[in-house]
């Protein structure tokens, strides 16, 4: 398998923009997570879904983010109007359901929204 | 709420143990995990604890004391390549597989 996999790797864009980040993750996994990352905040967990069935989005941070996982095999997160403040680099990962198993990242999306 | 606690940066030289500390208040989770994340990288799996005590890959050991809510992951004969970001993690059962990290350490490792 090719691992996770996350297009585009790099986006800039303007202000008030909408931003589509995708993700593919391997094949046969249970469960899709999408972070973000930023030296301030860390590893921020923003939305997970077992199943194609999002199980908690509490941490989306304002409505202007959204995502959705129509099959088994793809996950969008959008943002909508973007922010300068919404710039980061935004992880994807998947893994198998169970008790210790490993979360295998994509190599992420960096964001600059200006 | 869960949170994970680490030292945000710490230093060592080549050749050297290290060993990077992760407290949590948190409950109902399976295991203690850690993981690697190289400058400008994806973070990567080193190693898991379900129960209490040590687990050893190779240079890396893992502890876990849930009595203590306390774990530590450590590095020895330290090369420069381990120059990186370690982050524990924990997934939480009573919360639908939930994983969440810490903030992360980084380590230098200087010559």
């Known amino acids: 398998d090719a691992g996770v996999i996350q297009s585009p790797r790099h986006e800039v864009t303007e202000m008030g923009q909408e931003v589509t980040l995708r993700c593919k993750p391997i094949s046969g996994h249970d469960y899709l997570f999408w972070y973000r990352q930023t030296m301030m905040r860390g590893l921020e967990l923003l939305i997970y879904?077992?199943?194609?069935?999002?199980?908690?989005d509490s941490g989306m941070p304002e409505d202007r983010f959204s995502a959705k996982m129509p099959n088994a095999s793809f996950s969008t997160l959008k943002i909508q109007p973007s922010e300068p403040r919404d710039s980061a680099v935004y992880f994807c990962?998947?893994?198998?359901?169970?008790?210790?198993?490993?979360?295998?990242f994509g190599q992420g999306t960096r964001l600059t929204v200006v | 709420g869960q949170s994970l606690e680490q030292p945000s940066e710490v230093t060592a030289v080549e050749g050297a143990i290290v060993q990077i500390n992760c407290t949590y208040q948190t409950s109902g989770f399976y295991g203690l995990s850690w993981y690697q994340q190289h400058d400008g990288g994806a973070p990567t799996f080193l190693s898991y604890?379900?129960?209490?005590g040590l687990e050893e890959t190779g240079r890396f050991s893992s502890f876990l004391s849930r009595s203590d809510s306390y774990g530590y992951l450590l590095l020895q004969e330290l090369q420069m390549k381990d120059s990186a970001s370690y982050f524990c993690a924990v997934r939480l059962y009573n919360q639908g597989g939930k994983l969440i990290f810490g903030q992360g350490t980084e380590l230098s490792v200087k010559p």
């Open positions: 879904f077992n199943n194609n069935v999002p199980i908690d």
């Open positions: 990962a998947s893994s198998l359901a169970g008790r210790g198993t490993e979360a295998f």
């Open positions: 604890n379900a129960l209490d």
